[in-house]
């Protein structure tokens, strides 16, 4: 199916839609790592921020870094003005998630704290219908359920052909567990392994745009 096919979208926000500046990374991750006494380099930064899960978990293990840890600390260094002033739109994405056809949503991993200021900064609210971010309570993708929660906001009902398109292999995972088509936007080092097999089925392009082409 080519983007003109779908009834409706969903996207991944970080990665997909948004992305945030180099040098942000670069700090964010360097200061976590100052506060846990542990280095990273840019590669590893980036890793961190854009990797699949579990080659970051992999690397977590090889520097023996507590996950949990490390996520408890990022969460209070990556503040939300912070994250929003260094954020931007991708252009293929600002050249085709306006005109999609059809109720569009976002299911992101971003948090509601960070979104928010995001999308106001950006100027984006106004192009999706809804915004689920993934919790606890909610499950993350691959678990379809915020999926499925975003498709019910959307107020989808009966045989409506749909779309999930993230950079990872989790939300093609998402959008397949969910009964949606999945395509994969490769803006990052391909994935290895297991979560390259977890691409297996999806559409896979560089930017929206080849959705037309």
């Not at 990556?78 to 293929?92: C, F, G, I, L, M």
């Not at 993708?141 to 915020?146: E, I, L, Q, R």
């Not at 052909?161 to 292999?169: H, K, L, S």
Request: charged share 25%; net charge negative; aromatic share 8%.
């Amino acid at each position: 199916m080519t983007g003109r096919d779908y009834d409706f979208w969903l996207l991944d926000l970080d990665g997909t839609v948004v992305d945030v500046r180099q040098p942000y990374v670069h700090e964010v991750v360097e200061e976590v790592g100052d506060r846990l006494g542990v280095g990273f380099t840019d590669r590893e930064a980036n890793l961190i921020w854009y990797g699949p899960g579990r080659a970051r978990e992999a690397m977590f293990a090889r520097k023996d870094v507590d996950a949990e840890a490390f996520w408890g600390v990022f969460h209070e260094v990556d503040r939300p003005e912070n994250r929003a002033e260094a954020s931007y739109v991708y252009e293929d994405a600002a050249a085709t998630v306006p005109d999609l056809s059809g109720p569009v949503g976002v299911v992101t991993h971003c948090q509601e704290h960070l979104t928010g200021p995001v999308l106001e900064a950006l100027d984006i609210g106004d192009w999706f219908d809804t915004v689920v971010c993934c919790t606890h309570e909610t499950g993350w993708k691959p678990d379809p359920t915020p999926v499925e929660m975003a498709i019910a906001d959307l107020g989808i009902r009966g045989a409506r052909t749909g779309a999930m398109a993230g950079d990872g292999p989790r939300d093609v995972q998402a959008a397949h567990n969910a009964g949606l088509d999945g395509i994969h936007v490769a803006r990052h080092d391909h994935p290895a392994g297991a979560e390259a097999a977890a691409l297996d089925g999806a559409t896979r392009v560089r930017t929206l745009t080849d959705l037309w082409d």
